[in-house]
Structure formats: C-alpha cells, structure tokens
C-alpha cells in the first residue's frame, strides 16, 4: 500500500514541478495518440458510413471483418508494422521505423477499426424513414449524410473516445515501432514498462497515475461535448 | 450511383487530410533523425541507466542521434544479422563468436564486464548460500526441487544460465521445478522476487534494483560467472543501408578512455559499487576465461 501513496505523491511532484522529461512525454503521449485518432476518425468515420448506408455484396463478410478488427491486438499490429518498415522491408525507404510517425500508422491502425465499428453500428440504427424523410425534403445525398451523422453525434462520440482510449493505452505496438527512446518516441505506457522494469515502481505508478488523468480530462472535455443536450 | 460518388469523393478528401496531418507530422521531426544510429542492445544496459549517462554525452559529442533499442540479446544479435541495426550492444560471447564468424559483423571489441550472481531467497530452502561453484549450486538447486526462474528469451543472461546447466549435465528442460518468464532482467528479478525463487542475474540490473527485491546473493565469483559486454559494429557489405559510419563513431565512443572511466565509476555514487569494470583494449583471455 506504502508504495501506490508513495506513487500518488510522486505523480504530483512530478506534474507540479512541472518535470520537463514527464512532461514532456506526456505531451507527446497526447500528441501520437490524438494524431492516430484523428487519422481513425477521418477513416473509420468515411468507410464506416458508407458501408452503413450501402448494400453490396459480400456485406455481412465486410462488417464481420471491421467488428473483428475492433479487437486487433496491439502486439500483433506493432509485429506486422515493424515488418513492413523495417529498412530491409516492403516500406523500408520511407525510413520511418522508431519514429513518431511509425507509433502514428501503428495506433491509426489499431483505432480505426473500433472507429469504423462503431461508427457503422451508429449509422446502421437510424431509422430508415429518416433518411427517406431527408431527402424528401430535397436535400443532396451529401447533405443527408452529414444530417445523419448529426443525429448519431452520440455515438459517434463514443467511438472517439473508444478510439482514443484504444490507443493512448496501448503499449505493445508503441514500444515495439517506436522503441522507447528517449526524448523521441517515449510515451507514457512505454515509459511505465521501462520503470517497472528498472524496478523505479513509485515513478512507474506516479506515470500511470498522470497517463489515467490525463485520459480522464480527455474524456471529460469529450462527454461534455456528447451531453451537451438534455437526455432525451 | 451519384451517391455513392459523393460518399467515395467524401472518403478521398478526408483519407488526404488525414495524410496531410499525418505529413505535416513527419516533416516536423525531419529535422532530428537524419544521422540517426540505431543501437540494439541488452535491457541491463538500459535498466541499470548506463545508457541514460553515456548517450547523451556521445549525442553531443558526434552530432549523431542514437536510437536504443534495449531488447535480449539474441534480438539484438537478430536485429543485427537483418540489417535493421547499425551497432550492437551486447553479452553473449558464444553467440556473438557465431555472429561474426557468419560475416554479419566488421569489427567485435570488449568494452566491459561484470558478473553474474545466483540469487534467491534469504531463507535459501536448496542450502547453495556462499558455494564458489556456480554449476554445483545449480545441481543442488535441481536436486532440491526448489524453483528456479529462467529468462527464456536467448539473451545473454539466459544463454548463460543454459552454459551452466550444461556445464552441470542438469536436466532442466521441461522440469517442474525449471520455469521460464520470457521477460526482460529487471521484470525476472522481480517475478523472482515475488514467487522466492532461484535466478541468475547480472549484477548491474541487480545491484540497481535491490532495495525493492530482497533477494539475496547466493553465488559469486566463479569464473563461469563472467559477463562480458562487447560492441559488433554490423557489416556494411552485407547490409548497405545500415549506417555504419554512426556505428563506427559509437563503438569508437564505448572503448575511448572518457567513456571508460565514466563506466569505472558509474553506480559507485548511488550503489557503493561500480555496476561495470571497463575494459576497452584488453584481450578477452586476460579477463580469464
């Protein structure tokens, strides 16, 4: 117990210090993990409206495929992703492994699923009525489309906070692409495995202590946004 | 039809945003990886933070940013023998012999050692306390059912721990009492902390993590126990991507007389001891093995 008190006290010396090297990396933390959430948003978001809104064959095989890749574990999408930029690798020239950018594909990969997924099922359970009332009322198959998205804000809500909660904790994949290095792709799950394993446990508990608030502001500023109207 | 252009037009413009976003990203940092050298090396060299000290100063030295990645290291020697590292960083002198002897690397230098130690509980059920034998002590471990925890993950420390048993004609694999963490020293000492179990550990990673552990030092000091660090600099006929003049530059840095007398001292301040004994430009047989 005399540890987690401990860890408590550090994880506030440490922010209220204003630590450079925490800070540091919590803000890159922030920065990977938002950058990947945006790039899932944009994508999960596109093809997972379209794949709710269209009949094609093969469908049901699609959407199966999307809700299993909600679950892609971490480790795996970090093994492939360092196969393929490995220098030596298919993707070799970019020269991106351990870098930012190679933990922003990873976790991109990773969120986009759960965005799609979530996205698809928030799409799917409007009413079809509605869509055929918008566009009775003359509007563009585009201007539908953003009405309906409207109408799933809730939903869609949720699965950025899915999305950014997937991969803001997530260590595998960062630590396998970015490697861990410091000052450069050290975010705070990887920093946390490194203490733990340097046996610095008060500082490792003091990280995951700032990593849980700082996922908590997020998802607070996220649900004012999602609660905003009166429960209905 | 016309909808489904619409919404393909949609996906398109968003798909460029995000590789937009993601560009600006990487034209950001471009700045700092263009000499970039990727160490791979053992996780004792990180967990005791020997690396924490030495790069830093070698960073400012050169100019050149060094990418550590603390893995076993057999990875680190996988790692090496693909490419995909510049410098190697490592403890497995067996391995390390096969390394070059396949023509994966240019040049192998000592830079340093400490030891192993065969660590367990202070109540030490299997009686192997203050033996000078390390494979007598393994035979009575195994003799004595006690449990002993391996690495499992080829590195240096596990390759040992392997020489050892070997050395004893122990039959372990697949024993009871024989288990395996596949983690790295720091997380292995710790598990074998938690389930008072037997291990071999090098003493750097020890000595830093003791005050959380207790574990006790159990054997020491025979010579099988040595643990010697060298640096392989990966051969850049076989792999011209690597970055070889960075890796140079390092392996150079390791053996220079600065970096050699920070590693005499280092760990002295916070653990009364050094964690490493440099040895840059003696002969691998003068350390008696």
């Known amino acids: 117990m005399d540890i987690i008190l401990e860890g408590i006290r550090q994880a506030f010396i440490l922010l209220f210090t204003f630590d450079r090297e925490v800070l540091g990396v919590t803000w890159f933390s922030l920065k990977v993990s938002g950058t990947a959430t945006l790039i899932s948003l944009f994508l999960g978001m596109s093809v997972g409206t379209v794949v709710a809104l269209t009949q094609f064959p093969g469908r049901r095989i699609v959407v199966s495929l999307i809700n299993t890749g909600m679950g892609l574990p971490p480790v795996v999408v970090g093994l492939f992703v360092t196969i393929f930029l490995w220098r030596n690798g298919p993707f070799g020239f970019l020269e991106i492994l351990y870098t930012p950018s190679a933990m922003i594909i990873a976790q991109a990969v990773i969120a986009t699923p759960i965005v799609m997924g979530i996205s698809l099922a928030a799409i799917q359970q409007l009413p079809r009525k509605l ?18 998205i409207r109408e799933a804000k809730l939903a869609l809500l949720a699965a950025v906070m899915a999305g950014f909660g997937g991969v803001i904790s997530e260590v595998g994949a960062s630590i396998m692409v970015g490697g861990n290095i410091m000052g450069y792709t050290r975010v705070l799950t990887t920093a946390t495995v490194m203490e733990t394993s340097r046996g610095n446990f008060d500082i490792a508990i003091a990280l995951s202590i700032i990593l849980l608030l700082f996922a908590y502001l997020i998802n607070l500023v996220l649900t004012y946004v999602q609660q905003r109207e009166r429960p209905r | 039809m016309k909808f489904k252009k619409n919404m393909f037009l949609t996906g398109i413009a968003l798909a460029t945003a995000a590789l937009l976003v993601a560009g600006g990203f990487t034209a950001a940092e471009a700045a700092k990886p263009q000499k970039a050298v990727i160490l791979a090396t053992t996780t004792s060299t990180q967990d005791t933070g020997l690396l924490d000290v030495l790069i830093p100063i070698f960073e400012k030295k050169t100019g050149y940013f060094v990418k550590t990645i603390a893995v076993g290291s057999g990875q680190a020697m996988a790692m090496g023998a693909k490419g995909e590292a510049d410098i190697l960083l490592v403890h497995s002198p067996a391995a390390e012999k096969k390394f070059m002897a396949d023509g994966n690397g240019v040049e192998r230098r000592l830079v340093m050692h400490n030891d192993f130690i065969i660590v367990g509980p202070p109540a030490d059920p299997a009686g192997i306390r203050g033996m000078k034998k390390a494979t007598e002590a393994f035979k009575k471990i195994a003799g004595s059912g006690s449990i002993f925890m391996s690495r499992g993950d080829r590195s240096g420390t596990h390759v040992k721990e392997i020489d050892i048993w070997k050395a004893g004609g122990v039959k372990y694999e697949g024993e009871k009492w024989y288990q395996q963490t596949g983690l790295g020293m720091g997380q292995t000492l710790a598990v074998s902390a938690e389930k008072k179990t037997y291990t071999l ?81 003696k002969k691998e047989e003068a350390l008696g093995l």
């Open chain 1, 131 to 148: 869509r055929l009332q918008i566009l009775a009322l003359g509007a563009t198959r585009l201007q539908m489309v953003l009405v309906l």
């Open chain 2, 201 to 281: 550990a090098d003493r750097g990673t020890y000595l830093a993590l003791k005050k959380n552990l207790g574990l006790d030092i159990l054997v020491e000091g025979d010579g099988i126990l040595l643990n010697i660090y060298h640096v392989i600099e990966v051969n850049p006929k076989k792999w011209p991507k690597a970055n070889f003049p960075g890796g140079k530059a390092f392996a150079d840095f390791m053996v220079s007389k600065e970096t050699q007398d920070i590693i005499k001292t280092f760990g002295v301040d916070k653990y009364g001891s050094p964690l490493f004994f440099p040895d840059a430009g």
